[in-house]
């Protein structure tokens, strides 16, 4: 593989991973401001709200699955 074509496969590989990143990062960081709110009111919904933070994560997963495919597809 020449070094150029290595180099756009780590670009594509890091912006999968990083995107992927920043929006689970954005609704994590709304939904856990919903939470919050809501267990102020109630605190019986402190389970849901965790298990909806957590949720964004599998965003982050998906994103490093993404960037490890393509790594692994260029060699």
Do not use: C, H, N, R
Not at 17 to 34: R, T, W, Y
């Amino acid at each position: 593989m020449a070094a150029e074509s290595a180099g756009l496969v780590a670009i594509g590989a890091g912006l999968a991973f990083g995107l992927s990143a920043i929006a689970a990062a954005i609704a994590e960081k709304q939904i856990g401001a919903a939470a919050v709110g809501a267990m102020a009111e109630k605190e019986e919904l402190f389970g849901k709200g965790l298990i909806l933070t957590v949720i964004p994560e599998t965003i982050v997963i998906f994103g490093l699955v993404v960037a490890i495919l393509i790594i692994g597809l260029a060699k």
